[in-house]
T-cell receptor, first 114, second 115 residues
Framework: DAGVTQSPTHLIKTRGQHVTLRCSPISGHKSVSWYQQVLGQGPQFIFQYYEKEERGRGNFPDRFSARQFPNYSSELNVNALLLGDSALYLC?????????????FGDGTRLSIL | AQSVTQLGSHVSVSEGALVLLRCNYS??????LFWYVQYPNQGLQLLLKYTSAATLVKGINGFEAEFKKSETSFHLTKPSAHMSDAAEYFCAVSATNFGNEKLTFGTGTRLTIIP
């Protein structure tokens, strides 16, 4: 069975640009979460979506936005990119949105800002 | 609010020796606890989870962890280290109350195996 897939795998942008990252969850999973992992740190929660509705938001500025589509895939958008946005962006899916449901991670999109 | 503290950003053990990675948590409600492993240039793979059933949890690749409420700990162990265990390990906590399902991760422990 296919796991969580993310695209693209690598991306290079310059300051001020915007970026869209994409995620396809495991088949049957309805909850998608996004995390940012800066080099040398643990992942930080950005958003959770369940059944196309936002169910949680981390401490990130409004430049970060996301949405979930009817097929449960998701996009993360970041506007006005800053150097500090350079990170590995991870998508995770789970069957439901409850905390005891293990989240399954994709391999991430590595975003580099020049 | 939930948080985890991983003691030791780097741990080195000899091949065949005991692996012990420490994790302490803080949570205002009964927690769910997880250990994930991350290999270079990859995402996170779930090793094991504690969701209020048995306090000793067995996971993949021979790892296990014990939930100790009195010590607010969830340490990860493996009796005999293998070279393939070299990776970054993350402890994570989520809340049991609805609407607060995000994972909060520790800063990670890099495990090095000495041949």
């Amino acid at each position: 069975d296919a796991g969580v897939t993310q695209s693209p795998t690598h991306l290079i942008k310059t300051r001020g640009q915007h970026v869209t990252l994409r995620c396809s969850p495991i088949s049957g999973h309805k909850s998608v979460s996004w995390y940012q992992q800066v080099l040398g740190q643990g992942p930080q929660f950005i958003f959770q979506y369940y059944e196309k509705e936002e169910r949680g938001r981390g401490n990130f500025p409004d430049r970060f936005s996301a949405r979930q589509f009817p097929n449960y895939s998701s996009e993360l958008n970041v506007n006005a990119l800053l150097l500090g946005d350079s990170a590995l962006y991870l998508c995770a899916s789970s069957f439901r949105q409850y905390g005891n449901q293990p989240q399954h991670f994709g391999d991430g999109t590595r975003l580099s800002i020049l | 609010a939930q948080s985890v503290t991983q003691l030791g950003s780097h741990v080195s053990v000899s091949e065949g020796a005991l692996v012990l990675l420490r994790c302490n948590y803080s949570s205002s409600v009964p927690p769910y606890l997880f250990w994930y492993v991350q290999y270079p240039n990859q995402g996170l793979q779930l090793l094991l989870k504690y969701t209020s059933a048995a306090t000793l949890v067995k996971g993949i690749n021979g790892f296990e962890a014990e939930f100790k409420k009195s010590e607010t700990s969830f340490h990860l162990t493996k009796p005999s280290a293998h070279m393939s265990d070299a990776a970054e390990y993350f402890c994570a906590v989520s809340a049991t109350n609805f609407g607060n399902e995000k994972l909060t991760f520790g800063t990670g422990t890099r495990l090095t195996i000495i041949p």
